[in-house]
């Protein structure tokens, strides 16, 4: 993009502006260096150009994910001028919903670069605006300020976090409660319109200046909410119908928060053999073991893996930076390979021991209504949850991607998406926490290891009372950010007529809604033989996403190999055709 004379000049003006004003010296000094060197002529004064020109123009989008993006100076990165930006626009939202009272507001997070920095700042733009304002006593998992904003029954929550984003990143994610929000959706993330309301009101014509901030006045929170979430999580253990606790852990929290409370809660629950993988342990903002920290991606787990080979584990529990995902990975019988099940398998297997665990009596869910339970799980996850719960005799819903729709589903008891979220007790986090599912699992895998089985016998069973569902993904991470929406457009115009060689029988533009789920970007399609393959934006990544799944019938324990070769092959082929349909080379 090349620039007149004028744009220049008004974008220099502008970068100075915001370095003069910038409270963090840091990212002050980064602002000036870009502008000498914009000065300079040839490649190094393009490069800073262009550098500038990203960073201003236009603001981060603040949407139903809250705010994430890349640390630096300038609008369009996360850094505290901004963060004071957005603590003020949404203390001027809680404001306008406080019809004449208080509100307040619980404020926690992660270890990331500047994640402290940020909090405090929420705190100060707070609590000189008005709003009672709680500070949690240090780096914790998400899940625990989930917990926090139902537990001290505030009006909005704040975490911020990157969750399993790349080192250089940090976010904010928003919570409402209290008595901005009632039913279902109080303590859960941020939905339209508050999202809209809350973007409103973010202010960046007027001085930061004008935006006071308090020294003092907010409330630190007691360590005891973190022993209040440990013991109300170790609460969900069963020690009746499940006592079993002869189970060999190896646990990575992935150099995130979560692993002194994830230690503590299998711990308190009996799980005494739990291996922490040593060089993840503590919380590092660098992830120096992992070229990104979510456990999908490929090589996040080695170290983990290799442990558990070594000292004969029976299961890897991982959490993400976060701890608001988990994964778990066992050997796998059939091949004598170490491998991590997939979220929907998880998923799957945390669902079918819920619903026995709520059939036999030994887990009574407090959902808010006294209706039927209800399972949920996203549009992008398998279809297998909701044949878990009709022969349960419970309610299924589809939602849309995102903890912010499942967490608002009426009567819900359990709720999880493909990307290793689970919900397993919405009462206590109305959002998805890796610490509760991690528990569970660990209750339900020792349950097994009791009776001589393991959790892929489990996943056998399901295929044999209702079919194998085999799923796979392909995620194309891009540079340019306008590759997605041609890719997107290109769909659209030339939809594919046939998918692994079956014919598309129903193709559903997703940005239309539906008397069911809201508009999104996504396009849905579904062939005669069951294939279906969902295609959208990743919410918090440069990524499109294609989300396939295939149903095998299974005629016996010993048709599973053919199942399972026959699935695989059609995934190929599915994922082969989906590629040409968006003009990618094979």
Same mark, same amino acid.
């Given at each position: 993009m090349?620039?007149t004379?004028m744009?220049?000049?008004?974008?220099?003006?502008?970068?100075r502006l915001?370095a003069d004003e910038d409270p963090?010296?840091?990212?002050a000094?980064?602002?000036?260096?870009?502008?000498s060197r914009a000065g300079?002529?040839g490649p #190094?004064?393009?490069?800073?150009v262009a550098?500038?020109?990203?960073r201003f123009t236009?603001?981060l989008e603040?949407g139903?994910a809250?705010?994430?993006a890349?640390?630096g100076?300038?609008?369009?990165?996360?850094?505290?001028a901004?963060?004071?930006?957005t603590a003020?626009g949404?203390a001027?939202?809680?404001?306008?919903k406080?019809d004449?009272r208080?509100?307040s507001?619980v404020i926690?997070?992660d270890?990331?670069?500047?994640s402290?920095a940020?909090?405090?700042?929420t705190?100060?733009?707070?609590?000189a605006a008005g709003?009672e304002a709680?500070l949690?006593?240090?780096?914790l998992?998400?899940?625990?300020?989930?917990y926090?904003?139902r537990?001290l029954?505030?009006d909005?929550?704040?975490m911020?976090?990157a969750?399993?984003?790349p080192a250089?990143?940090n976010?904010?994610k928003?919570?409402l409660?209290?008595r901005?929000?009632?039913g279902?959706?109080?303590?859960a993330q941020i939905?339209p319109?508050?999202d809209a309301e809350?973007?409103?009101r973010?202010?960046?014509?007027?001085p930061?200046?004008?935006?006071?901030?308090a020294?003092?006045?907010?409330t630190?929170? *007691?360590?005891?909410?973190?022993?209040?979430?440990?013991?109300?999580? @170790?609460?969900l253990?069963?020690r009746?119908?499940?006592?079993a606790?002869?189970l060999s852990?190896v646990l990575?929290?992935?150099h995130?928060?979560?692993g002194?409370?994830? =230690?503590a809660v299998l711990?308190?629950?009996?799980?005494t053999?739990v291996?922490v993988?040593?060089?993840q342990?503590?919380p590092d903002?660098?992830f120096?073991?992992?070229?990104?920290?979510? $456990?999908?991606e490929?090589?996040?787990?080695?170290?983990?893996?290799?442990?558990?080979?070594?000292?004969?584990?029976?299961?890897?529990?991982?959490?993400?930076?976060?701890a608001?995902?988990a994964?778990?990975a066992a050997? #796998?019988?059939?091949?004598? /390979?170490w491998?991590m099940?997939?979220g929907d398998e998880t998923?799957?297997l945390?669902?079918a021991h819920?619903?026995?665990?709520?059939?036999?009596?030994?887990?009574k869910p407090?959902?808010?209504?006294a209706?039927t $339970?209800?399972?949920a799980?996203?549009?992008v996850? *398998?279809?297998?949850?909701a044949?878990?719960a009709?022969?349960?005799?419970?309610?299924?819903q589809?939602?849309?991607?995102g903890f912010?729709?499942i967490?608002?589903?009426?009567?819900?008891?359990?709720g999880?998406?493909?990307a290793l979220?689970?919900?397993?007790?919405p009462?206590?986090v109305?959002?998805?926490?890796?610490i509760s599912?991690a528990?569970l699992?660990?209750e339900l895998?020792a349950?097994?290891?009791?009776?001589?089985r393991?959790?892929?016998d489990m996943l #056998?069973?399901l295929a044999?009372?209702?079919g194998?569902?085999?799923?796979d993904?392909?995620?194309?991470r891009?540079e340019d950010?306008?590759?997605?929406?041609?890719?997107?457009?290109?769909?659209r115009?030339?939809p594919p007529?046939s998918?692994a060689g079956?014919p598309?029988?129903?193709?559903a @533009?997703l940005?239309e809604?539906?008397? =069911?789920?809201p508009?999104?970007d996504?396009?849905?399609y579904?062939t005669g033989d069951?294939?279906?393959?969902?295609?959208?934006? *990743?919410g918090?990544?440069p990524?499109?996403?294609?989300y396939l /799944?295939?149903?095998?019938?299974?005629? *016996?324990r010993?048709?599973?190999?053919?199942s399972r070769?026959?699935a695989?092959?059609r995934?190929a082929?599915?994922q082969a055709?989906?590629?040409?349909a968006?003009g990618l080379?094979?």
């Amino acid at each position: 993009m090349t620039l007149t004379a004028m744009e220049l000049q008004e974008l220099l003006t502008e970068a100075r502006l915001w370095a003069d004003e910038d409270p963090d010296p840091a990212t002050a000094a980064e602002l000036r260096a870009l502008l000498s060197r914009a000065g300079a002529q040839g490649p #190094d004064g393009e490069a800073a150009v262009a550098d500038l020109t990203d960073r201003f123009t236009g603001t981060l989008e603040f949407g139903t994910a809250g705010l994430r993006a890349a640390l630096g100076a300038g609008p369009r990165r996360m850094n505290r001028a901004v963060v004071r930006r957005t603590a003020a626009g949404i203390a001027a939202f809680l404001q306008s919903k406080a019809d004449g009272r208080i509100p307040s507001a619980v404020i926690g997070y992660d270890a990331r670069y500047n994640s402290r920095a940020f909090a405090l700042d929420t705190a100060a733009v707070f609590s000189a605006a008005g709003i009672e304002a709680f500070l949690l006593p240090s780096a914790l998992p998400t899940p625990v300020l989930a917990y926090a904003v139902r537990a001290l029954d505030t009006d909005a929550g704040v975490m911020v976090t990157a969750s399993h984003n790349p080192a250089l990143d940090n976010g904010y994610k928003v919570y409402l409660g209290g008595r901005t929000v009632k039913g279902p959706g109080r303590g859960a993330q941020i939905v339209p319109p508050y999202d809209a309301e809350i973007a409103a009101r973010i202010d960046y014509t007027v001085p930061l200046s004008s935006i006071d901030t308090a020294p003092e006045g907010w409330t630190d929170v *007691s360590d005891s909410i973190v022993a209040d979430y440990i013991n109300a999580v @170790d609460a969900l253990a069963s020690r009746d119908g499940y006592p079993a606790r002869d189970l060999s852990i190896v646990l990575t929290p992935m150099h995130g928060v979560g692993g002194e409370t994830m =230690s503590a809660v299998l711990r308190d629950a009996g799980f005494t053999s739990v291996r922490v993988v040593a060089a993840q342990a503590e919380p590092d903002p660098d992830f120096p073991t992992v070229a990104f920290p979510n $456990p999908e991606e490929p090589g996040a787990l080695d170290l983990a893996l290799a442990m558990a080979a070594q000292t004969g584990a029976d299961v890897v529990l991982a959490n993400d930076p976060d701890a608001d995902r988990a994964a778990v990975a066992a050997k #796998d019988p059939a091949t004598g /390979e170490w491998r991590m099940l997939r979220g929907d398998e998880t998923g799957a297997l945390l669902g079918a021991h819920l619903a026995e665990r709520i059939r036999s009596g030994h887990l009574k869910p407090r959902n808010d209504s006294a209706r039927t $339970p209800v399972f949920a799980n996203s549009i992008v996850s *398998s279809r297998l949850l909701a044949r878990i719960a009709a022969a349960a005799g419970f309610e299924h819903q589809e939602t849309l991607t995102g903890f912010k729709w499942i967490s608002r589903v009426p009567g819900l008891v359990y709720g999880y998406e493909e990307a290793l979220g689970y919900c397993v007790a919405p009462a206590l986090v109305r959002d998805k926490d890796g610490i509760s599912a991690a528990l569970l699992i660990a209750e339900l895998a020792a349950a097994l290891k009791a009776r001589g089985r393991t959790l892929f016998d489990m996943l #056998d069973d399901l295929a044999l009372e209702h079919g194998l569902h085999a799923s796979d993904q392909l995620s194309i991470r891009v540079e340019d950010l306008s590759l997605i929406p041609r890719m997107m457009t290109l769909l659209r115009e030339r939809p594919p007529v046939s998918l692994a060689g079956s014919p598309v029988v129903s193709a559903a @533009d997703l940005s239309e809604g539906s008397e =069911s789920l809201p508009p999104t970007d996504g396009l849905l399609y579904l062939t005669g033989d069951g294939t279906r393959i969902i295609v959208r934006p *990743s919410g918090t990544e440069p990524k499109l996403k294609c989300y396939l /799944e295939v149903i095998e019938p299974v005629d *016996s324990r010993d048709d599973l190999p053919r199942s399972r070769a026959a699935a695989a092959d059609r995934l190929a082929a599915a994922q082969a055709d989906i590629a040409a349909a968006l003009g990618l080379e094979a």
